[in-house]
């Protein structure tokens, strides 16, 4: 199935530091999500996103829904160790498919 | 307010035995997804259902696979026989309606021996 190219795949961090990572798309999409999962557990929602250059907040982690519609960046500012885990964008055009990211890998070295 | 909640979370078998997954969705979600996630193909929707009624199947691999949801509080997810490349993590998730948020389940990682 199609998947939604998410870089970089994975990193290794410094307690404290900040994190980018994004999500590309050559489709067009409505919305934005991104979740974490952490091992051995489902998908958590984090930030949705519903329009083109939209900025929101949840806590230390800041999304922006790309004015091209077919990206998304997240930030993660000051990481701690509960930070590690797998960070997955999904775009869907307002239906039920939503299309997932491959996935970034993130490790916070304390 | 609990989530989407799904059993068993672990489940081992031997190949060629019935395996049966179980969903209860967000009260008050009409729609209910099934996923399986492997670490080559990512998250990959099997099948959906909005208020109790397969809408989108497209994506259950073959006829070993079958999914009900006998009610707006219960789905199960069947595979008969199951084969050793059906192991994977298959998540269940819920929506208020069909282009909204899915919210997942905690998953059950099934492997088959």
């Known amino acids: 199935g199609q998947q939604l190219n998410q870089s970089p795949q994975s990193m290794f961090i410094q307690e404290g530091e900040d994190v980018s990572m994004n999500c590309t798309s050559s489709s067009i999409f409505n919305t934005w999500l991104w979740y974490k999962q952490d091992p051995g557990e489902g998908p958590v929602l984090l930030i949705a996103l519903y329009k083109a250059g939209e900025l929101t907040s949840n806590g230390r982690l800041t999304a922006q829904f790309g004015i091209t519609r077919k990206d998304s960046f997240l930030n993660i500012s000051a990481s701690i160790p509960s930070d590690v885990g797998i960070y997955f964008c999904a775009g869907h055009g307002g239906t039920y498919k939503y299309i997932f990211g491959t996935g970034t890998r993130l490790k916070v070295l304390a | 307010d609990a989530g989407v909640i799904q059993s068993p979370r672990h489940e081992v078998t031997e190949m060629g035995q019935e395996v049966t997954l179980r969903c209860k969705p967000i009260?008050?979600?009409?729609?209910l997804f099934w996923y399986r996630q492997t670490m080559m193909r990512g998250l990959e929707l099997l099948i959906y259902f909005n208020n109790n009624v397969p809408i989108d199947d497209s994506g259950m691999p073959e006829d070993r696979f079958s999914a009900k949801m006998p009610n707006a509080s219960f789905s199960t997810l069947k595979i008969q026989p199951s084969e050793p490349r059906d192991s994977a993590v298959y998540f269940c998730?819920?929506?208020?309606?069909?282009?909204?948020?899915?919210?997942f389940g905690a998953g059950t990682r099934l492997s088959v021996l």
């Open positions: 998730a819920s929506s208020s309606w069909d282009g909204d948020i899915q919210y």
């Open positions: 009260s008050g979600h009409n729609s």
